[in-house]
């Protein structure tokens, strides 16, 4: 079981119906589609922070035991549909936790999901940040359950990314993202992909 098979889970028609509506994007498919790309950007972020540098894993290793226990999953339609009155502001604070995992890539991050997926700045921006918290919640919830310290945390985050990956090769496309700047090549390659080829990687 790796950390997407747990985040797929969460995403309920329900949940994706909420999504589409709040965000008005008003296709569930595409909706569907899109939000397992940023869940796939969100993945490949929190597997290369982990393994960046010892601080780094450790401050992620504390923020879940604070802030991201879990919780937030026994109402993710609230959060999606920004009614949840689950956990802290930092639990909720999407914004926040994306600043944490993408630095000064969020722009690129969000030009990659318009470009693949064919949403709005907007659209796709709001995606990532409905969606962070639940990422934080789901590793959290895992890392509790499981008992990881801080080297379990980071081989799971690393055998997840790993396995993902192995299903389908074209998901190096995540992993490309993050290693270079989110353009040029890396962006033609994402526009050549397209909803599409998005929907066949995804099923």
Not at 12 to 32: A, W
């Amino acid at each position: 079981m790796n950390l997407m098979d747990l985040l797929k889970w969460q995403l309920s028609d329900g949940v994706i119906n909420g999504m589409s509506n709040q965000l008005n994007i008003g296709d569930s498919k595409k909706t569907g589609s899109a939000a397992q790309a940023a869940l796939s950007v969100l993945m490949g972020a929190l597997s290369k922070n982990s393994t960046s540098s010892e601080s780094a894993l450790t401050g992620l290793s504390g923020a879940l035991d604070r802030d991201h226990d879990g919780s937030i999953l026994d109402d993710v339609m609230g959060l999606v549909t920004g009614q949840s009155n689950m956990g802290t502001n930092k639990t909720l604070n999407g914004a926040g936790i994306l600043g944490h995992l993408l630095g000064g890539k969020q722009d690129n991050a969000v030009n990659m999901l318009m470009k693949m997926t064919g949403l709005d700045t907007n659209q796709s921006a709001g995606l990532l940040v409905k969606l962070a918290p639940m990422v934080l919640g789901v590793l959290g919830r895992y890392k509790k359950q499981n008992h990881l310290d801080q080297n379990g945390l980071s081989d799971f985050l690393r055998t997840s990314q790993q396995e993902y990956v192995k299903e389908a090769p074209e998901r190096s496309i995540f992993e490309k993202f993050l290693d270079q700047d989110g353009d040029g090549s890396v962006m033609d390659e994402v526009a050549e992909m397209g909803l599409k080829v998005l929907g066949n990687l995804f099923k």
